[in-house]
């Protein structure tokens, strides 16, 4: 609720939220991440879609695996209740006649900010011109052996690597050397992600898209693949964002607190950050299944009080812990305080809620990351 203030100073207040709330909807919903994946036939092109997005089979939404119906022009795919990120099953490459900047063009190439190029078997000639292409126009691209599960031994080998690659760096295509080619090939099972390269494979393509609201968007979308530290830098660019949200919209005065805050929002971007570190009651349990032991095990790694249990109350505590404590303002961040002076929700406010967010994700990535070793241990001696 936007507070209405007679004063032509307070009427001034009401435009700024306003502005401010709809500049914030406006970002969100503007950005959008599009990605491509192609090959040849029947390389999993759709199981891949269907993994990386965490669809099961037979349910909708689901891109169709081994039909005999091949896409003909590009489909897109994304999750429900999230359509920021869209992966786009490209047609096949195939005819001998294939030229890469005809395919590029059909295919709307600009639209994509990376694109897969799966193989089950060694790379083909169309597959590295598209490669060459694709490098010639400055477009992210990875090269991934589909499969692997079938061909595992010895798939981090020299020898497997450069022979899946031979045709890429063969004389015809001397732009795409073995260390280029190399740093960009991965190999995945499209049935089991947690084994092999699946997850570098899209953290590669997550750490190195731009502009950073795409990277952003990319690493929420698919955050349950995301690199941890990744995940929490990307979110830290957005903490004076809060800070300005929770000292603008709605603030009122805390039990114990000389300024005014939005406890209510504040809550929210907490408990928001424990989803997508993997720390709520639904990711563990689905890691304590995939190894196979009861969620406490995991859920016993945790050690910020936050991340455990989580109430309006204890985030009214924390912000007067991080007041009382006279921490610096992280040095990326110093240069929003004197604005965040300003607002309405008073000198300490926007200061402390920055130092609180930034405790917050440090204290939360350093659980996902304990927990992530727990599971790494136990499957290890298991
Ligand atoms: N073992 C194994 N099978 C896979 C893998 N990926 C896909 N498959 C199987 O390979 C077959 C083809 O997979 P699709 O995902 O339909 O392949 P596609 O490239 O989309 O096929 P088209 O669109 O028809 O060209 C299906 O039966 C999949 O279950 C994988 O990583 N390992
Ligand atoms: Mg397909």
Redesign the pocket.
């Known amino acids: 609720m936007v507070p209405i203030c007679p004063s032509s100073r307070g009427k001034k207040k009401v435009e700024l939220v306003c502005q401010v709330d709809d500049l914030l909807s406006e970002l969100m919903e503007s950005v959008m991440v599009h990605v491509a994946v192609t090959?040849t036939?029947?390389?999993?092109?759709?199981?891949?879609i269907n993994s990386i997005l965490g669809f099961e089979d037979s349910k909708d939404g689901v891109?169709?695996?081994?039909?005999t119906?091949?896409?003909a022009k590009p489909a897109p795919y994304s999750r429900p209740g999230n359509p920021s990120s869209v992966f786009w099953?490209l047609p096949?490459i195939e005819a001998a006649t294939f030229s890469p900047g005809d395919y590029l063009k059909a295919v709307e190439a600009d639209r994509y900010i990376g694109f897969f190029i799966?193989t089950?078997t060694r790379f083909t000639r169309q597959a590295a011109a598209l490669a060459g292409e694709l490098r010639r126009a400055g477009k992210q691209f990875y090269l991934v052996r589909?499969?692997?599960?079938?061909s595992a031994p010895g798939y981090k080998n020299k020898e497997f690597t450069e022979d899946t690659l031979h045709v890429m760096t063969a004389d015809r295509f001397a732009n795409l050397d073995i260390k280029y080619t190399t740093a960009r090939f991965f190999c995945?099972?499209?049935?089991e992600v947690d084994q092999f390269d699946f997850l570098e494979c899209i953290q590669a393509l997550q750490k190195n898209s731009s502009p950073p609201l795409q990277k952003h968007a990319l690493l929420l979308s698919l955050h349950y693949l995301a690199s941890k530290v990744e995940l929490k830098n990307s979110l830290k660019e957005l903490i004076p964002v809060s800070a300005i949200y929770s000292c603008i919209i709605d603030p009122v005065p805390v039990k114990q607190l000389p300024y005014q805050a939005n406890i209510p929002f504040l809550y929210n971007e907490i408990r928001f950050y424990r989803v997508m570190l993997g720390l709520d009651f639904v990711a563990l349990s689905k890691c304590a299944k995939l190894i196979g032991r009861p969620t406490f095990v995991l859920s016993d790694e945790i050690q910020t009080k936050m991340a455990r249990e989580l109430t309006e109350e204890g985030v009214s505590e924390e912000l007067l812990r991080w007041t009382q404590k006279n921490v610096q303002v992280s040095p990326s961040n110093a240069k929003w305080v004197p604005l965040l002076k300003t607002l309405p929700g008073g000198k300490l406010s926007g200061a402390s809620t920055i130092r609180l967010l930034d405790a917050m994700l440090e204290q939360f990535t350093d659980d996902a990351c304990r927990i992530q070793r727990k599971m790494v241990d136990i499957l290890r001696n298991d």
Request: glycine share 10%.
């Open positions: 090959g036939p029947k390389v999993g092109k759709s199981a891949f891109a169709p695996t081994g039909s119906q091949q896409v099953e096949s799966l089950s589909t499969k692997i599960d079938l995945v099972s499209c049935h």
